[in-house]
């Protein structure tokens, strides 16, 4: 399984006139929406495009020393399976905003080729989103720190410049893609 930690920093306040805005959080912005999915619940939903080897999920929240983080995986009855599934974030409203951030924690392990995992494991955004997936138009974001791949310790992903959707409500999503000779773990954790 991947380890991955997803965090989203919400958008600055565009400030009223004559108001010194207070600022708080990372990089004096506002947290807007995030989870970390410590309740071994989640408001992300899973949407599978396609399972194969008689999988029935990829995507799960699970617990680990007491910490709880999205992990997807589609290592089954001791094999590899090719597979697309995403988790989607309900829609967080970027509202009256200048500036929006997202950033995450992630964990990338057992794939049996990590040159490809800048390729499987992506995240995206959308703003038509409707509860299907594959009919959404969809912009890949550019997660600017992975993982090596080798191990389950966390990395931050750094910061992912969402500016251009302030204003404006958005999904983020999380896709993972295997194939039948690779199929390694992905966990997210601190989603703001």
């Known amino acids: 399984a991947l380890a991955t930690t997803l965090s989203f920093t919400s958008c600055e306040d565009v400030p009223t006139p004559y108001n010194i805005p207070t600022g708080g959080g990372e990089n004096g912005l ?41 992990n997807a995986s589609a290592f089954y009855s ?55 997936v594959r009919t959404a138009k969809w912009q ?8 090596e791949g080798v191990n389950w310790t966390f990395v931050e992903s750094g910061y992912i410049d969402l500016t251009a959707y ?8 999380f896709k993972y893609t295997s194939t039948d000779s690779n199929s390694g773990g992905w966990e997210i954790d601190n989603f703001t």
């Open 30 to 70: 506002k947290e807007i929406y995030s989870e970390n999915f410590d309740n071994e619940t989640t408001a992300f939903t899973f949407k599978d495009v396609t399972l194969t080897g008689g999988l029935t999920r990829v995507w799960k929240v699970a617990s680990y020393n007491n910490n709880g983080y999205l």
């Open 78 to 132: 001791d094999a590899n399976h090719a597979s697309e599934t995403w988790a989607v974030a309900p829609a967080i409203l970027l509202g009256d905003s200048k500036k929006a951030t997202l950033s995450f924690k992630h964990a990338i392990n057992k794939l049996a080729d990590v040159s490809g995992m800048k390729d499987m494991m992506t995240a995206w955004i959308s703003t038509d989103y409707t509860g299907d």
């Open 140 to 147: 890949q974001l550019v997660i600017p720190k992975y993982p």
């Open 166 to 173: 302030c204003g404006k409500a958005v999904y983020i999503a």
